[in-house]
């Protein structure tokens, strides 16, 4: 538990059950110095356990940063009450997201302040949305329509009507926005919509188009992102349009500069994409290409993908339509002209087929006919229901060379699909980057058993975190070793190096380990059947679930929290039910 202690102006760590706290912020009283905390009604906690206080007196919020209590960070406000975007007035709530983006609620001025993570500034917003749900894997559709949005063969500019659509999305609230390319306009549809419902127009505000801020001229597609700002590839005006929900102007931010070949204009386009990073991917039909615009950057864009020239060798398109941008940036392009599928990875001089026959069109199974769009739902290794695998680490027998694996226990996956692997016999944790199953690279460990900084004795289970920082359940060594990257030596986090025991400061034969959102380390102690939960820079853990088992090696949450064991010579999965205390 983090709990803003407001009369001590200081931030305290509480361990549930234990009868003592700790001070992690603050601290030094009252005042308004860094070093200081004010009159404060709320605190954040992100994914780093950094601590960040909305500081009502001091008209700002401050993060501590994890381990740190002597001085904050001024990250919002100025330490005076104000209504510009760069002063708060009596902040209270606060949220903080993925991205570090941080929410406030700016009390004294009657609005919510989103601050972009080192941003001298802010924005009034609306709420920022959430991802759709992905599809079942076994997921069928049915062959009957219903209709949406629009009337079957009827066109026209009423807010029920339109006129050849060109594509279509959705936000995270379920809200449909379709480009209605004839009338110049993005029309939002609520979840549910009929043919009967009406639209409202939110971008594009004069239906015989135009170049203006407030003008589209035959947009073919659109992006929208978390925070509900759209995307809009104005095809006719040879642009890109950001525009903000709400907003009745929208601003240039790629290409503008007419029609062409040169790297600074685009020709016909049909589609585009935007990645985590909010760089944008523009599907150039005419120019037989696919070029990157750079966040912040419209003067001019970069060629990823084809030669300019129709063409279909592996290097070349012949007028892409959609594209598809993977969490790796792989890029996937429907190559219209080619009818086929086309996978570029990030910075390849070639392209692989993946879908398609190249130049041949036809409609059986293996076969496409100008295909326009592409989407995912998830990327695997083995995709769910085939008969067939692929080796995408290793398999060249065993043995200690990097190229090759001994006995091992445990993988863990980063969200760069890079794979870890844990090897019991060889005494290491090798790395194996995404992409290459030729060798491995060494990074923990060294090859011999044993109990130094730089060494681990029949590991088993890891986890790697968001900063790739490695945890190993060092087996042998009855402890928990944490591995920052590039690291030469381990730090013991729990359990005794060397030492069996039963003590909540000590492990014996651990085999899993995991992690909470809270940051709760959680420990399979296999030899004494009882599962540890450690808080980062305690000396020992507290048993949350024990039973009668007998050799437990893995362990899991599932989706509501349960604890999942897999109880190997018992034969059978066992799970601990969650329960969430008032």
């Not at 749900?133 to 063969?153: D, E, H, L, M």
């Not at 409609?363 to 295909?371: A, E, G, I, K, N």
């Not at 020992?540 to 599932?558: C, E, I, K, Q, W």
Request: glycine share 10%.
């Amino acid at each position: 538990m983090y709990i803003l202690d407001s009369s001590n102006y200081r931030v305290v760590r509480w361990l549930s059950g234990e009868p003592l706290g700790f001070t992690v912020a603050a601290g030094h009283g009252y005042g308004s110095t860094l070093d200081k905390i004010g009159t404060s009604y709320a605190i954040y906690l992100d994914n780093h356990s950094n601590i960040y206080i909305s500081e009502y007196s001091n008209h700002r919020v401050t993060k501590w940063f994890n381990g740190n209590h002597t001085a904050g960070v001024l990250i919002a406000g100025n330490n005076m009450a104000g209504s510009t975007a760069y002063q708060l007035n009596s902040p209270w709530g606060i949220y903080v997201d993925a991205n570090y983006t941080l929410y406030i609620v700016d009390y004294g001025n009657h609005r919510i302040q989103k601050w972009i993570a080192a941003a001298a500034t802010t924005t009034t917003i609306p709420p920022s949305t959430q991802p759709l749900n992905q599809t079942c894997s076994t997921a069928a559709w049915n062959s009957t329509i219903k209709i949406v949005a629009g009337t079957t063969s009827s066109w026209g500019t009423a807010s029920n009507l339109l006129n050849t659509p060109h594509d279509v999305t959705f936000d995270g609230y379920g809200n449909m926005y379709v480009v209605d390319y004839g009338n110049h306009r993005i029309q939002r549809f609520p979840s549910g919509s009929t043919s009967s419902t009406s639209g409202v127009t939110v971008a594009g505000f004069s239906t015989s188009g135009g170049s203006g801020y407030s003008q589209l001229l035959y947009p073919t597609s659109m992006f929208i992102d978390r925070n509900e700002t759209m995307y809009i590839l104005d095809s006719s005006n040879y642009r890109v349009v950001r525009w903000l929900s709400g907003e009745p102007l929208g601003f240039t931010v790629a290409a503008g500069h007419g029609y062409g070949s040169t790297l600074d204009k685009i020709g016909t386009t049909f589609a585009i994409y935007l990645d985590n990073h909010s760089n944008i991917y523009i599907s150039d039909y005419s120019n037989h290409r696919v070029t990157k615009w750079f966040n912040g950057n419209h003067t001019a864009g970069v060629l990823i993908a084809g030669n300019n020239v129709a063409g279909s060798t592996p290097y070349q398109l012949n007028s892409p339509w959609g594209l598809y941008v993977d969490a790796n940036y792989t890029l996937y392009i429907a190559d219209y002209g080619n009818h086929r599928i086309q996978k570029w990875i990030a910075d390849a001089v070639n392209a692989t087929t993946i879908a398609g026959v190249s130049t041949v069109a036809g409609s059986w199974s293996y076969q496409l006919h100008y295909p326009t769009a592409i989407t995912f739902d998830q990327v695997v290794r083995w995709l769910s229901g085939e008969p067939l695998g692929f080796t995408v680490a290793a398999g060249h027998g065993y043995g200690s060379t990097l190229d090759k694996i001994g006995t091992s226990y445990a993988i863990y996956l980063d969200n760069h699909s890079n794979i870890y692997i844990s090897e019991y016999s060889n005494h290491r944790v090798t790395k194996w980057f995404n992409g290459n199953h030729t060798a491995g690279v060494l990074i923990a460990g060294n090859n011999v058993a044993g109990s130094t900084p730089y060494q681990l004795n029949s590991p088993w289970g890891i986890y790697v975190d968001a900063n790739y920082t490695l945890y190993i359940a060092d087996y042998g060594n009855h402890r928990i070793q944490k591995w920052i990257a590039g690291a030469v030596n381990a730090t013991t986090v729990a359990g005794v190096s060397g030492v069996a025991g039963s003590w909540s400061y000590e492990l014996h034969y651990p085999t899993a380990i995991t992690f909470d959102q809270y940051n709760y380390m959680y420990i399979m102690d296999s030899g004494n059947n009882r599962i540890q939960r450690w808080w980062s820079g305690f000396t020992h853990g507290v048993t949350v679930a024990s039973a009668s088992l007998y050799n437990p090696r893995g362990m899991a949450f599932d989706t509501s929290g349960n604890l999942v064991i897999a109880d190997e010579s018992y034969h059978r999965i066992v799970l601990f039910p969650v329960s969430c205390r008032e």
